[in-house]
């Protein structure tokens, strides 16, 4: 299958510590061309490092070799660097969010249909084990009909350490407008409780910018004393309807001590989830008999009769709760991808080029998920319950697999 050529624009940590790496060596559908930044060594520091060419945006959005642009800026830069790539007709696969706003965002996937190019969004997480495991144990019914669920993440973040800014370009991102802690981490559980659940149809939130005035409090710090203005939200709690009659809600919050939950209960079990932002965590399910005691027999031996011919009041009483009594067990993980894989999303991409099928990361999820977080916000500011505007189709899973690491990239081949 021929390869798909891609151009990086965004060399910043994400594409250093994991993404370049992945994109060139994991995914054998991948062609990495080049990458782009505004700080030009980054730029040369990923074309010196693997063997590809240093670039600039426009170089990238004008090569015709190029099908897709990978935009790793920002926050604040995701309009502007998948509108221009867009408008040269390029596909594009951007980092959460896709745009700061959803008013923004709306622009852009007009002009998806407009351009009739391929979009998509991260976090590509959800395509990980344990989150694929995870939904085919539910579609299957392991804890019958999902009824609840329950997604909460919690984090302090805090000036208190000397590398504290509040430049975009720096450290503190969870601060930065666009790339809030909802809009950052919070990405993660909507994309997977999208994936398990499928569309919002209702939302009802409280909380905002609790405290958007705030002061720098490490004395090492060149700004001690100093006071700045968050300018994103802080603390959401919502409460989340679901198109398929499924009841959620969705706590995040970075001003917090860290605490994370992830649950979903259903009419005959329920389901404890791990970290979406982890691709391989445990899942485990709580429901009567997932762990029966059993009575092991050697050769020669036979039933203990009392039991079998339930013939004694106080053994039919102990087999009665031994059935009826939960019990937890820890669940295996069904698929591949359980090593870090960000970039698995641009790799079913590609393949959905190859195969003309509808990629797994489709923008739609992106999009729903932002509307979702204004959803919140609006709640917030009206005091009422926010009816959504967009829906988007729940993304086909993929296989179960029991394939390498090197191999699971067949089950994007579909």
């Known amino acids: 299958m021929k390869k798909v050529k891609v151009g990086v624009v965004g060399c910043g940590g994400i594409c250093k510590a994991t993404y370049m790496k992945n994109m060139v060596e994991m995914f054998e559908i991948i062609d990495v061309v080049g990458a782009a930044d505004l700080i030009e060594s980054r730029a040369q520091w990923m074309a010196d490092k693997y063997g590809i060419k240093k670039m600039t945006v426009d170089e990238i959005i004008n ?62 997480t959800f395509l990980g084990a344990w989150e694929q495991s995870a939904r085919k144990y539910l579609d299957d019914g392991i804890i019958g009909k999902p009824v609840t669920v329950h997604a909460q993440v919690t984090s302090r973040y805090q000036p208190e350490s000397p590398f504290f800014d509040t430049e975009p370009k720096h450290f503190f991102f969870p601060l ?24 919002v149809k209702r939302v009802t ?12 409090t490490n004395p090492k710090h060149p700004k001690y004393k100093e006071t700045f ?13 679901f198109e398929n009659g499924v009841l959620g809600t969705f ?18 079990g329920t389901m404890k989830l791990g ?40 053994n039919d009483v102990q087999q009665l709760a031994e059935f009826t009594m939960p019990q937890s067990v820890e669940l295996p993980l069904l698929h ?69 690491v090197t191999g699971q990239e067949a089950t994007l081949d579909d």
């Open 251 to 268: 706590h995040i919050s970075s001003d917090s001590y860290m605490s994370q939950n992830f649950t979903v209960t259903g009419t005959d």
């Open 275 to 314: 970290d979406p932002n982890m691709f391989n965590d445990r899942i485990s399910v709580l429901r009567p008999g997932a762990a029966p005691s059993m009575e092991r027999l050697f050769p020669g031996m036979q039933p203990d009769a009392g039991k079998a011919n339930m013939a004694n009041g106080d």
């Open 336 to 404: 591949g991808f359980y090593e870090s894989s960000r970039g698995v999303g641009l790799a079913d991409m590609c393949y959905a080029l190859r195969n003309n099928r509808r990629p797994r990361c489709h923008a739609d999820i992106g999009y729903h998920s932002i509307e979702i977080i204004h959803a919140i916000e609006e709640s917030c500011k009206t005091g009422q319950i926010y009816n959504m505007t967009t829906t988007c189709e729940r993304p086909k899973p993929i296989a179960p697999s029991a394939l390498s």
């Open 63 to 124: 090569d015709p070799e190029i099908e897709i642009v990978v935009n790793l800026t920002y926050p604040e830069s995701h309009y502007e660097i998948t509108k221009a790539a867009m408008e040269h007709g390029k596909h594009v696969y951007c980092e959460k969010m896709m745009a700061p706003t959803f008013a923004e965002a709306t622009e852009l996937m007009q002009l998806m249909k407009e351009k009739n190019v391929m979009y998509t969004t991260a976090p590509d």
């Open 176 to 199: 930065h407008y666009g790339g809030g802690f909802p809009f950052d981490l919070g990405g993660y559980y909507l994309h997977e409780m999208i994936n398990l659940f499928g569309s």
């Open 229 to 241: 203005e968050v300018n994103t939200p802080t603390t959401l709690l919502a409460a989340l309807e």
């Open 205 to 216: 939130g409280f909380g905002g910018n609790i405290n958007p005035n705030r002061v720098y």
